[in-house]
Every structure is written in C-alpha cells, then in structure tokens.
C-alpha cells in the first residue's frame, strides 16, 4: 500500500507540473496574440498613413515635406519587420510550451496508468488473501467436523 501512497503522491506532482505547463502555454499564447495585434496596428497604420498621402497626389509638396514621408515610412517598415521578429519568436515559445505540455500529459498519463495497474494488483493480492483464509477457515471447520465432538477421526 506505501508504494500506492508513494504513486499517489508522483501523480499530485505530475498534476502540479501539467497545470504549470498550462499556465506557461497561456501566458505565451497571449504575449503571442498581444504581438500579433501590435503588427495588425502597425500594418493599419502605415496603410492609413500611405491613404492620407495618397489623397494629397494632387497638391505640391515640398521636397523635405516628401524626404520625411519617405523616412517615417521606412521607419515604420523598419518597426514591422522588428515585430515580425517578435511574433516568430512567441511562435516558438507557444510551440515549446506545448511541447512542454504534451510532455508533462503523457507522465501523468503514465502514472496514473501505473497507479491504476498497481492498485488492481493490489486488490487481487488482497482477494487471494481473503481466499486463503477463507479455505484454510473452511478446512478447519470441516476438520472439527469429521473429527466429531470427542477429537477423533469417525
């Protein structure tokens, strides 16, 4: 029975490691969809800024007025591909935590298959048992039996 106490506990650690591994997916999930919405902002932005400049097709501009379009857009690009970066790295920390998760999964998995195996082994030891006694009652019995009130075999 200890060593089903000693599973018991190794199953509760397992359950323990399995939610932290949750926790740790969550968390990178949602560093991962807050990065993507930041590129969904950036993208939106540089797009509502190319509109309004394209409106001004028409008009004039200053040479300097266009110079410094030009470079907040290559600024804006630049901050693009940056945070493309950020999202290919949450990616891999979303897949590494899943990773972790799936690891931690199959120990439990083990372990409470292991602790289940033992528990039944435990319980047909424990029958035998009972079975045992229950024969070796029965013979004894029917030895008291056939041996009659005064002790002698009839």
Request: glycine share 2%.
């Given at each position: 029975m200890s060593a089903l106490s000693a599973l018991s506990v190794a199953v509760e650690l397992a359950e323990r490691k399995r939610d932290e591994?949750?926790?740790?997916?969550?968390?990178?999930?949602?560093?991962q969809q807050a990065a993507s919405d930041q590129m969904v902002q950036l993208k939106g932005y540089a797009q509502e800024t190319q509109n309004r400049w394209g409106m001004r097709a028409n008009t004039s501009m200053q040479p300097e007025v266009m110079y410094h379009?030009?470079?907040?857009?290559?600024?804006?690009?630049?901050?693009?591909?940056?945070?493309?970066?950020?999202?290919?790295?949450?990616?891999?920390r979303v897949s590494a935590a899943q990773q972790g998760l799936l690891?931690?999964?199959?120990?439990?998995?083990?372990?409470?298959?292991?602790?289940?195996?033992?528990?039944?082994?435990?319980?047909?030891?424990?029958?035998?048992?009972?079975?045992k006694q229950t024969d070796e009652r029965a013979a004894l019995q029917y030895r008291a039996i056939s041996n009659g009130p005064d002790g002698r075999e009839s």
């Open positions: 591994a949750r926790r740790v997916l969550q968390v990178a999930r949602s560093a379009h030009y470079q907040f857009m290559d600024r804006l690009q630049h901050a693009m591909n940056l945070q493309t970066t950020v999202i290919t790295s949450h990616d891999g690891a931690t999964e199959l120990r439990l998995a083990s372990l409470k298959k292991l602790t289940e195996k033992r528990r039944k082994e435990f319980e047909l030891l424990q029958s035998r048992r009972e079975q």
